[in-house]
């Protein structure tokens, strides 16, 4: 590297002490959040804490024994991996440290967790739902995981918050957001006002605004499927995935297939360069695999913010009324004209042919 470059990469790599912090940004924003009193500004601060505290267990995972199964089944039926519980019980604590929380709803846990004031200090006002660790049996392999959180804000503080307070249509989100655990760790987020994107920076331990305002594109050429379960798709979606490999040179097909096997990762490189991950009805999981509550809808609220369109290939994904905390949903997430493409085809209105 020569002395210039050396010296523009110095100045850039001490710039990001001039960049804006996660709280800096929160508290100027504070005021236009409704009902504001800096409660949802100290629960955002208490998510990012326990992200921290996982990024920094995750990035340990083949020198300490974090990584590989508990040998547990959790209440999804699926192994549960060592880092899953770590990173359910440090969101769990800093919620409860916070005291902004009066109840969570976690995949690790089968039931909605009530959280009690701390003495003297009145019950938190916001519900918190979440994936604490999405994709993690992809950890022992080193690939990029994410946690998901969805804020729902408690409808009646005279009642006990129970989990019928939890069980609103993600419509009635008052934020949503995903960490990623990738090459860099991001905190992505909204409150209804836009999509904002910060990284740690591991140095100062602080999420710096480094991804303003991001917007989806409209379109792109990619598609995020396990291609494996295409026999058991229905018929409209093989109509769709035959018609994505056609080669047409204006609509820039055959689009490429990008699947990492972890959502947050596959959403969020979709949400910056354009693509739909699609989870559907299969064979194996009839209802689709994405759970509604904690996993589709927090993304769904992003994507909407950023242009972007979330179905179960049929209905908006923020209308559709939760029935139980871990009910799953098919999902087709991501460029808005894409998703709709998705719809018009499993419509039955559309085949590749056309
Ligand atoms: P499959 C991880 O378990 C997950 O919930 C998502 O992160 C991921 O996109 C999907 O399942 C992968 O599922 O059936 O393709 O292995």
Redesign the pocket.
């Known amino acids: 590297m020569n002395d210039d470059a050396h010296e523009t990469f110095e100045t850039e790599a001490t710039d990001f002490l001039r960049m804006e912090t996660l709280e800096q940004f929160i508290i100027e924003r504070q005021g236009s959040f409704p009902h504001s009193t800096g409660a949802f500004s100290r629960l955002l601060r208490d998510i990012s804490v326990a992200g921290k505290i996982v990024n920094r267990d995750m990035r340990r995972a083949g020198l300490v024994d974090i990584a590989g199964a508990t040998g547990e089944i959790n209440v999804q039926g699926e192994v549960q991996q060592k880092m899953d519980a770590l990173a359910h019980r440090e969101f769990v604590r800093a919620l409860k440290r916070g005291g902004e929380c009066c109840l969570i709803g976690s995949e690790e846990h089968a039931e909605a967790i009530p959280i009690k004031a701390n003495s003297g200090d009145g019950d938190g006002e916001y519900i918190v739902l979440l994936d604490p660790l ?2 993690s ?1 992809n950890i022992e392999v080193n690939v990029s995981v994410g946690t998901i959180f969805s804020v729902y804000r408690l409808p009646d503080s005279s009642v006990p918050p129970s989990l019928d307070a939890a069980l609103q249509a993600g419509i009635h989100q008052v934020a949503a957001g995903y960490i990623v655990y990738g090459s860099s760790t991001m905190l992505v987020y909204t409150t209804g006002q836009g999509v904002n994107g910060f990284t740690l920076e591991p140095s100062i331990g602080e999420f710096l605004l480094s991804h303003p305002n991001i917007t989806t594109p409209a379109t792109a050429s990619s598609y995020s499927i ?1 291609e ?2 295409y026999n058991s798709f229905q018929r409209g979606l093989k109509e769709y995935i035959k018609w994505m490999q056609i080669s047409d040179k204006e609509s820039g097909r055959p689009y490429s297939t990008r ?1 990492i ?4 990762s ?1 959403f969020h490189r979709n949400l910056l360069k354009g693509g739909i991950y699609i ?1 559907p009805a299969t064979t194996k999981s009839p209802n689709g ?2 759970r509604l509550m904690y ?1 589709a809808n927090p993304l769904a609220y992003i994507v909407e913010q950023a242009g972007g369109r979330a179905s179960d290939g049929v209905m908006r994904i923020m209308d559709k009324q939760p029935e139980t905390l871990h009910q799953r949903t098919p999902l087709y997430i991501g460029s808005k004209d894409m998703v709709l493409m998705a719809e018009e085809f499993l419509s039955g209105n559309r085949l590749h042919t056309d």
């Open positions: 999405d994709g049996s396990n494996g379960n699947y096997g972890s959502f947050v596959d989870y695999k994405l996993e």
